[in-house]
């Protein structure tokens, strides 16, 4: 891999377009993935808030989530936002029963656990300093997950307070999977941006 990454986006449903602009401005090759054959062109790979049944579904359909899988378990970096953080996820609360994710993240999810859409909110919250520093993050919530339950290798970077519950997980990374319950592809704030194209150079 050359000092400039090639990320994909995985472009079967969601807010894409503002993922890829992000991407570029922290400096990688944004490259969206449709088909396996896009898989292969890229270096690591970040999947999008939107509906994580819909994605589920449509990347079973189009014959990518063994492909996806298999890349995760041979250390691909992957970012998952809201959505993108219950596909990566090895067990989900209150999804469909059928619903399958790529897995690899070992946390377990509530899909939709601050409300539904008319819920949504954006707050200030603080993530790892020594990651992020100390400005905290205007984080967009939009029918979001939170983080239940975390594996003994999973590392909490982000928590936040809102509905009365004090210490709402919202962002984790184990090794190179990263996932935020918010959506920072939407505010202009490119730390985790940033940070996610660092972790895939490092990686190569």
Do not use: K
């Not at 992000?22 to 939107?50: F, H, I, K, M, N």
């Not at 619903?99 to 954006?122: K, P, W, Y």
């Amino acid at each position: 891999m050359s000092t400039t990454p090639r990320i994909g986006v995985l472009a079967l449903q969601g807010d894409v377009r503002e993922h890829e602009a992000a991407l570029t401005a922290s400096g990688a090759v944004a490259l969206r993935v449709r088909s396996v054959e896009d898989l292969d062109q890229v270096d690591a790979l970040v999947v999008p808030g939107g509906e994580s049944t819909t994605m589920s579904n449509l990347a079973l359909r189009w014959g990518l989530m063994d492909p996806l899988r298999a890349r995760v378990a041979s250390g691909m970096p992957v970012y998952g936002s809201c959505a993108g953080m219950i596909m990566l996820a090895d067990r989900i609360e209150g999804g469909r029963p059928d619903q399958e994710t790529i897995g690899g993240l070992d946390v377990t999810v509530r899909r939709n656990a601050f409300g539904r859409q008319v819920d949504s909110f954006e707050t200030n919250l603080h993530m790892t300093a020594a990651t992020f520093g100390d400005r905290p993050f205007h984080a967009v919530f939009i029918r979001a997950p939170w983080v239940e339950q975390v594996g003994d290798a999973v590392t909490v970077l982000g928590t936040v307070t809102e509905h009365g519950v004090p210490g709402r997980i919202v962002a984790v990374q184990q090794g190179h999977l990263l996932a935020t319950s918010f959506h920072p592809e939407l505010t202009g704030d490119l730390r985790v941006h940033e940070y996610f194209v660092e972790m895939v150079r490092e990686q190569a």
